[in-house]
């Protein structure tokens, strides 16, 4: 299919407060390599706060997520307000601390964190008209947040407990059981396909992983983003 | 060859004030491919500048290069001053202005720019001992100003007039040359490796091209910089 055009939803530049960069760097490499076009978006909001990344420590600065995901997009972005659900043909979500502390505020209050509206309406929007959405990383928290409550119960995973992680991927499943989603246990050389749903997830930094996991994982999950359009 | 370790010298977190995040990023990945390990490395000093990447336009902010440079290394970055040229084999500089605004002052005063002493102390150490270094897209600037004056000539390329691109190539060429350097025309397609000064270049962004493209370009660039080691 030529003219695929894929959303790629960005929270800011750098795991610890916006969007993981490797994991939306090599989405927009494999969107490519299917022949499609990346259509890079975020929200004009400031993030939940700004980390230094040499040592996790906050800052004491402020900054935008639409401003920073232009870093990693190079300047060609879309406000989500500009954004039609009909001028997109499928959605990945990048994970990145920014998809739990900025799109959800699912990092200091789990389930019961809330989603930001903008960002709720467009997937919602996205999952009632059959176009898929591939939600990477952490990224399936957003995804819980913004179908809790419907009629949608895809299946997700966010990793496994079986394999070396810094996050506690046991925990994470429970919270998005509780929002009404479904999880199984996945490594970063998996996915996790609901076809029915049409949503692809995939672990990727949620477990120790290298670039090259990173790059093969989210290769992965792009490809079956596109065999589900 | 196992263990070899390949320097990232990274000049922030953004093509229009630091370093350029998919070259800087494929870098990482294509020297994991081959089996290398990265050592990303900065500079504890501010940016000239910040820029608003969604307008182009210079926001009243300051930030460090080493802080910004740790978002595209995840946290695991060195200060330049606790790196030892025999602590890696090679050195790869990706592009973005954050070369010729904060490594060196070529983007304001051209081939009379400044360098910073550290800079060109990192790359004369390593090319007096014979490490290779590989500088993509506009980083041979940084090359030139560290080897002006001195007996090393090598031949560079930093893209090609026959080609789209948004700068003035034939620009950038004169003033490589103005400082001893030798150039040559070359299209994102192909890279320039000097043998005998075991440089390379290859010219990634300074081209119109693609994420692809860039994928490509770099990892020639890094294979041809493994097999000078």
Redesign the interface.
Known sequence: MNNMKIGVLLSG????DGA???EA??A??AI??IGAEAVCISIDRDQHHVV???S?VEMN?TRNM???S??????K?KDIKEVDPADIDALVIPGGFGSAKNFTTWAFNGPDGEILPEVKLMLINLINIGKPIAALCVSPVVLAKALEGSDYHPLLTIGTDQEPSEYDIAGFAGGLEQTGMKTEMKSVREITVDKENRIVTAPC?MMDA???DI?KNVRSAIEALRDLV
């Open positions: 530049c750098g795991v610890y993981e960069i490797h760097v090599m927009l490499l490519e390599e230094d990344h040499t996790g600065e639409l401003k920073e232009a870093r990693i997009a190079r300047g972005i930094y290298s670039i090259l790059r």
